[in-house]
């Protein structure tokens, strides 16, 4: 079992910028991979980004690419999402997960093994 709590959500002006981090505990911390996911209102839970399990690959969806980076310290049991350049159609609640299936390839699952519970980013115009 893996445990996972976000944390640095918030409301930021267009433009601005919030780093997303998800402390992880239970299962070895560096034996899974980590990504993450947002869902707007009324939509679909989407892949953000994904890391593998030592951090040395990452992968990104269109929609945020060189503008979002994911990284993490496994010293910490922490994976971070930091977001730059926000715009309002990154409003979402974004969740962070981890799965331990093929966990050097930092491509996410759609239903990955573990779920936080979601922390809120609003992006004002």
């Known amino acids: 079992q893996v445990q996972l709590v976000e944390s640095g959500g918030g409301l930021v002006q267009a433009g601005g910028s919030l780093r997303l981090s998800c402390a992880a505990s239970?299962?070895?911390?560096?034996?899974?991979?980590m990504g993450w996911f947002r869902q707007a209102p009324g939509k679909d839970r989407l892949f953000v980004a994904g890391?593998?399990?030592?951090?040395?690959?990452?992968v990104y969806a269109d929609s945020v690419k060189g503008r979002f980076t994911i990284f993490r310290d496994n010293a910490k049991n922490t994976v971070y999402l930091q977001m730059n350049s926000l715009k309002p159609e990154d409003t979402a609640v974004y969740y962070c997960?981890?799965?331990?299936?093929?966990?050097?390839?930092?491509?996410?699952?759609?239903?990955?093994?573990?779920w936080g519970q979601g922390t809120q980013v609003t992006v004002s115009s």
């Open positions: 997960a981890a799965d331990a299936l093929r966990a050097s390839v930092p491509t996410m699952p759609a239903n990955p093994d573990y």
């Open positions: 239970g299962r070895t911390f560096s034996n899974v991979k």
């Open positions: 890391i593998s399990r030592s951090g040395g690959s990452t």
